[in-house]
């Protein structure tokens, strides 16, 4: 299983972005896969987790802001981000779970396969 994101970057207060990951050799019927953040001397955050279904679960930080998606082949995964902070800097990573499972959470303990990571800063 690979997953690879995509569309990081530098982004002003306020702003948007759009992550992307493409998930290969993964068949997510009834699979879950999510995005998770890392900021420096922080722990991991789930950001928002989807399954096959495409019921989906937020975290507060984001809810409103951030919207998850996949496409209907469900081998890609977007992350849209509006209204960005600075407390959003961090390393962005897309994950997918190994087993099956009708709900969808957004711990990282959870998820088995896991992409490089894309940075996105946002600056005041």
């Known amino acids: 299983v690979q997953l690879v994101e995509s569309g990081g970057g530098s982004v002003q207060a306020g702003g948007s972005a759009r992550l992307s990951c493409g998930i290969s050799?993964?068949?997510?019927?009834?699979?879950?896969m999510g995005w998770f953040r890392q900021a420096p001397g922080k722990k991991p955050e789930g950001v928002d987790a989807?399954?096959?279904?495409?019921?989906?679960a937020y975290a507060d930080s984001v809810n409103g802001r951030f919207t998850i998606s996949q496409d209907n082949s469900n081998h890609n995964m977007f992350l849209e981000m509006n209204s960005l902070k600075p407390e959003d800097t961090a390393m962005y990573y897309c994950?997918?779970?190994?087993?099956?499972?009708?709900?969808?959470?957004?711990?990282?303990?959870?998820?088995?396969?896991w992409g490089q990571g894309t940075q996105v800063t946002v600056s005041s």
């Open positions: 050799g993964y068949t997510s019927n009834n699979h879950c």
């Open positions: 994950a997918a779970r190994a087993e099956r499972s009708s709900y969808c959470s957004r711990d990282p303990n959870d998820y088995n396969y």
């Open positions: 989807i399954g096959a279904d495409g019921r989906n």
